[in-house]
């Protein structure tokens, strides 16, 4: 199996800063990656795939980069609502799989 | 907008066959490949299997003896079943379109408990 692993665990920022979370990928995975968020008590929420493409109606702060084993989320203007849990996924190679998880919290 | 909604029972005697359904509204399910994905405290986000609008499935080696995906396309549905079910089985489970999950249902609480 692919193993992802997602740094940092968890993440203090402010409303208004930057902030960047990676993802490792155990083997290369080309730039078939993708971001969620997560919510406490709901579903993850599609925010990236293909390691750079934004999904419609996902705000522009939101960018991603990468390929073969090192990507990145960077948010941009951190806002209220962006206070989340983060994953990343490869859907590479069987079993497709995730990182552990990132989770942003408010300073 | 594809919607997606899991459904089945919340509770599972242990040894026993969880089955889930998910249907989906606002798209037609002979396309894309369909998921199941299961969230627990101790492992995070586990991907169960997909099957694709033509009946081809791939599961998660993990679960492979245990898992059934099948499709219903007459009722835009597609279902779990997940055999001999212990305590570790108890999550929230999720049905999920595509090989990036652009989109998911709101996810089920199943326990396994007698």
């Known amino acids: 199996d692919i193993q992802m692993t997602q740094s940092p665990s968890s993440l203090s920022a402010s409303v208004g800063d930057r902030v960047v979370i990676t993802c490792r990928a155990s083997?290369?995975?080309?730039?078939?990656l993708a971001w969620f968020q997560q919510k406490p008590g709901k579903a993850p929420k599609s925010l990236i795939y293909d390691a750079s493409r934004l999904r419609s109606g996902v705000p522009s702060r939101f960018s991603g980069s990468g390929s073969g084993t090192d990507f990145t989320l960077t948010i941009s203007n951190l806002q209220p609502e962006d206070f989340a849990t983060y994953y990343c996924q490869q859907y590479t190679s069987y079993p497709y799989t995730f990182g552990q998880g990132t989770k942003l919290e408010i300073k | 907008q594809v919607q997606l909604q899991e459904s089945g029972p919340g509770l599972v005697q242990p040894s026993e066959t969880l089955s889930l359904s998910c249907t989906v509204s606002?798209?037609?399910?002979?396309?894309?490949?369909w998921s199941w994905i299961r969230q627990s405290p101790g492992k995070g986000l586990e991907w169960i299997g997909y099957i694709y609008y033509s009946g081809t499935t791939n599961y998660n080696p993990s679960l492979n003896s245990r898992v059934t995906i099948s499709l219903d396309t007459s009722k835009n549905q597609f279902s779990l079943k997940l055999n001999s079910v212990t305590a570790a089985d108890t999550a929230i489970y999720y049905c999920?379109?595509?090989?990036?999950?652009?989109?998911w249902g709101q996810g089920t609480l199943v326990t396994v408990s007698s």
């Open positions: 606002g798209g037609y399910i002979r396309s894309y490949y």
């Open positions: 999920a379109r595509a090989v990036n999950f652009d989109s």
């Open positions: 083997q290369g995975i080309y730039n078939y």
